[in-house]
């Protein structure tokens, strides 16, 4: 594991004595984490879930859960998925000793997970016991033109709430496992990404909480536990008063409201902006570095409306910003309690917000 020892180790021990803003990291594998850890964060502010979701066995297996029209086929496929992310969710939760660690819910475009390929197409047909066409059919029904302002975050969540379940019970199972082993209560938030409406995190929280008590927590677990949204779209950050009423906390997503509040894409802007940029009309890249008079007003405007509604709100910002100094120092200016940053970043975060 990395370490900061000497003097750099020593200046960063005294920092952190002035430093009011927590740093924590964002990581969804165990090695990230005590990478994290080893550079002082103070909790895990962003694991992005969908991210343990990369290999071929879990992809098929959360294909079934999505496309299957059989209901002891999803039902298989659901158990399966928990049993194996409850080892991971158990694996970070004990290295994180009691720490917070903020889980986000499902948060890519839902064609990120379905069958492209004609090969894979087929694959995925056989193993759902579907003639080719059939499929297809059903893919097509479901298919984007633009998937990056479409079916993603909160409304996988609301569309299909197998994959809600799946999630909640496989967190729920990891705090159980965790706990067995380790005396430090599991400190669990749950986060919801994308939202732009009252009504979504109502819905999601309505669900949770039916699927938390159902499938228990140990005592301690139970009351630590936390749930709460990204803002990352402007309408979000405008409702921010509705929203804060039914949340623990936020955290603001400022790649996403980067992206939405100057409808550029996040994707596509490094050949767009250096044109801009040569030509004078952007000093910075608003990827890198916060806009503070546009973007930066939004997450302004959404502090202040989220904490007049609900006092007890904790604020945490997790998009790249967060780990960018020019940006820190307006952080530092809000009512924010924590960011969240890449591993790599956390000694920058910290230093900075001392400063
Ligand atoms: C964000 O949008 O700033 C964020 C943290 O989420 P992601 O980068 O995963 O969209
Ligand atoms: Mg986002």
């Known amino acids: 594991q990395p370490h900061i020892g000497g003097a750099m180790g020593k200046l960063l021990g005294w ?3 002035s430093r009011r803003i927590a740093v924590r990291a964002n990581a969804e594998t165990v090695e990230a984490v005590n990478t994290a850890l080893s550079f002082g964060a103070e909790g895990i502010g962003l694991a992005r ?54 889980v986000r819910l499902f948060d890519p475009p839902l064609h990120e997970f379905l069958p492209r390929t004609d090969e894979d197409i087929d694959e995925t047909a056989q193993s759902l016991g579907l003639e080719v066409r059939a499929l297809k059919l059903r893919l ?6 633009n998937p990056m302002l479409g079916h993603r975050g909160v409304r996988l969540a609301i569309t299909y709430p197998e994959i809600l379940k799946m999630q909640i019970e496989a ?39 039916a699927i938390v008590e159902q499938a228990g927590l140990p005592p ?9 949204t ?13 929203i804060a009423e039914h949340v623990d906390f936020f955290s603001f997503g400022t790649n996403d409201l980067t992206q939405t509040t100057y409808g550029i894409s996040r994707d596509d802007a490094p050949a767009f902006l250096s044109a801009y940029q040569r030509k004078g ?39 790249e910003h967060a780990g960018d100094p020019a940006s820190l120092w307006f952080f530092s200016r809000l009512d924010v309690d924590y960011v969240s940053c890449s591993p790599y970043r956390v000694p920058v975060a910290r230093l900075t917000l001392a400063q």
């Open 220 to 228: 301690a677990a139970r009351e630590r536990f936390a749930f709460g």
């Open 281 to 319: 009309l952007y000093d910075l890249d608003p990827f890198v570095t916060l806009d503070q008079k546009g973007v930066g007003e939004m997450i302004t405007i959404a502090i202040e409306r989220g904490k007049r509604a609900n006092p007890n709100l904790k604020i945490g910002i997790c998009g």
């Open 49 to 102: 879930s969908e991210h343990m979701f990369f290999s071929r066995e879990r992809l098929v297996a959360l294909r079934r859960l999505i496309l299957s029209e059989d209901a002891d086929d999803r039902a298989k496929a659901l158990t399966g998925l928990v049993d194996f992310q409850t080892e991971d969710y158990s694996a970070i939760f004990m290295a994180m000793h009691g720490r917070p660690v903020t």
């Open 230 to 242: 990204m803002i990352e779209l402007p309408r979000a950050a405008l409702r921010a008063g509705d």
């Open 15 to 17: 920092s952190d004595a």
């Open 140 to 145: 097509d029904r479901i298919a984007e033109i």
């Open 171 to 209: 967190l729920c199972a990891g705090v159980r496992a965790a706990s067995a082993r380790q005396s430090e209560p599991v400190t669990l938030e749950v986060m919801v990404p994308f939202v732009s409406t009252v009504s979504e995190v109502v819905e999601v929280k309505r669900q949770t909480y």
